[in-house]
Structure formats: structure tokens, C-alpha cells
């Protein structure tokens, strides 16, 4: 038997997203979920999260570039570029992941059990350095960070993703004693062509013993906050996980249900 978070991001984006996610939660079939606190749909759910309590870990999904008003518009290439040009303001930065991680752990009475970033963004260049000095300094060894690092070849998205930052958010983490998921699975182009029982497949089975398994399940149908470009693929992710070829799925290969707390230190 191995042990893998299965991990639902982006509870709190609206109704239809959030709602999606308990239902995987109810069902035994996530283990984690990463919460978007600026969404104006978070207030209205992080209740059910509270009545959850031990169900799943919770944590934040640090936005900057869907909910924040300091968004501006910016894409996530211009998140990217203007980061690793440095042209961030380092206090602006502080000041965006602290006010964050106060309205969680405000809605939720409770420090987060980790931070991962909407879009991977927690791990760009200044962004993890102020991400890495407030989780030190508010929690220590109690919150997790999400690694992007696959152990073994998921795809050019999935590098690229990594590229992006990994290694050095892994420093940060092992230098301040944080632990971080083992090994990383659940990228792909969210197409229709996507064969999610598929791709699943290969993702458990290949996955470590303490690795994260990101997923993104929500109902179908309309949003009262921001357009949402993958509801299709999140429809579809949550038909899988809500079906019992999922929980034989998980049986077959000797996959627990993972927590942060299975986590080794990065």
C-alpha cells in the first residue's frame, strides 16, 4: 500500500466548483483541498469545510492572478515574465501572501495544513520568498508546501511546470525544515479528448509513496463569480471520482488516501 493526497484546487472559485468538491470529500475520494480566499464565493463556503474537520486537509491556494485585486489584469505568461524579471515589489508581496493566510485561517479557525499557488504561481521567483518567510515565521514545521516535481516523466507541461520554480521553492522548504509532497501527478491539457480514467491510471500507479495527486472536480453549469475556462474537464473529473470505478481504481492499486502529514521533509 502507498499513500497519495488526492488534492481538489480551487474550492471557494463558486458554488458549482466547491460544491463539486465536497461531494469527492463526502464520497472518500480527495483527501485535501486548496482554498481561493479572495474569491467573493469563499465566505459562503468555508463553513462546510469547518463541518468537515478531519475529513481532508485544507489549505491555501495563493492567487494573484484570478481573485486579487492586485490581478490587474495580468495573464499568467506576464505573472511569469514580470517575476523573473524581479520588477515585483517585495513588500506589496508579503503583504498580498500575509493578508491571505489571515483570511483562512479567519474563515477556517484554523493555520492551513499547507500552501500551494493558483497556477503554480507560489513558486516564482520573489513569490516563494515571501511565501517561505511568512510560512516560517507563522508556522513552522506544521504547514506543508506543494512541490511540482515529478519523479519520473508526466509530460512537457508537467516540466515546464516544474521548471518554473521547483528546485528552488525545495531549498527554501529544506532550508526552513517544511515538508513537501514526494512526487507530483494530475497535469494534462484538460481537453475532451483527455481520457481521464486513463491518465489516472498511470498516475497512481506510477506515483510515490507520499506523493500529491492534483485534481480540479466541480459540477457543471454557470458561475456567479468569474468565467471558468476548464468547467467542462472539471465536470468530467468529477463524474470519475464520484464513480465506483474510481474506489476500485484506488483498491487495486494499494492507494490509501495521503495527508501533509505523510509528507517527507524537502
Not at 139 to 161: F, P
Not at 173 to 191: I, K, P, Q, T, W
Request: glycine letters at 10%; a neutral charge; one cysteine or more.
Amino acid at each position: 500500500m502507498k499513500r497519495i493526497q488526492i488534492c481538489a484546487d480551487d474550492y471557494g472559485f463558486d458554488t458549482a466548483i466547491s460544491q463539486g468538491i465536497l461531494e469527492c470529500v463526502d464520497a472518500g475520494r480527495i483527501s485535501a483541498t486548496g482554498c481561493m480566499v479572495l474569491s467573493p464565493a469563499w465566505p459562503d463556503w468555508a463553513p462546510a469545510l469547518r463541518e468537515r474537520h478531519g475529513l481532508a486537509d485544507y489549505g491555501l491556494h495563493l492567487d494573484l492572478n484570478e481573485f486579487a485585486p492586485y490581478a490587474q489584469g495580468r495573464s499568467l505568461s506576464g505573472w511569469i515574465a514580470i517575476s523573473y524579471q524581479r520588477r515585483l515589489d517585495v513588500t506589496a508581496l508579503s503583504t498580498w501572501v500575509n493578508q491571505q493566510l489571515d483570511a483562512f485561517e479567519s474563515a477556517m479557525f484554523a493555520a492551513p495544513a499547507f500552501v500551494d499557488g493558483h497556477q503554480h504561481l507560489h513558486q516564482l521567483p520573489l513569490v516563494r520568498d515571501a511565501l517561505l518567510a511568512a510560512v516560517n515565521r507563522r508556522y513552522g514545521k506544521s504547514c506543508a508546501l506543494r512541490s511540482t516535481r515529478a519523479l519520473c516523466w508526466r509530460g512537457s507541461k508537467a516540466r515546464v511546470i516544474a521548471a518554473l520554480g521547483e528546485d528552488a521553492l525545495r531549498r527554501g522548504a529544506r532550508a526552513g525544515g517544511l515538508h513537501m509532497n514526494s512526487d507530483f501527478a494530475g497535469v494534462y491539457d484538460f481537453s475532451p479528448a483527455a481520457d481521464y480514467a486513463q491518465l489516472m491510471t498511470a498516475w497512481l500507479t506510477s506515483l510515490a509513496d507520499g506523493g500529491l495527486l492534483m485534481t480540479h472536480p466541480g459540477r457543471s453549469g454557470g458561475t456567479e463569480t468569474r468565467p471558468d475556462a476548464i468547467r467542462p474537464a472539471r465536470a468530467r473529473e468529477r463524474a470519475f471520482w464520484l464513480s465506483a470505478e474510481a474506489g476500485e481504481m484506488l483498491a487495486s492499486l494499494g492507494v490509501q488516501l495521503g495527508l501533509c502529514e505523510d509528507w517527507p521533509l524537502a
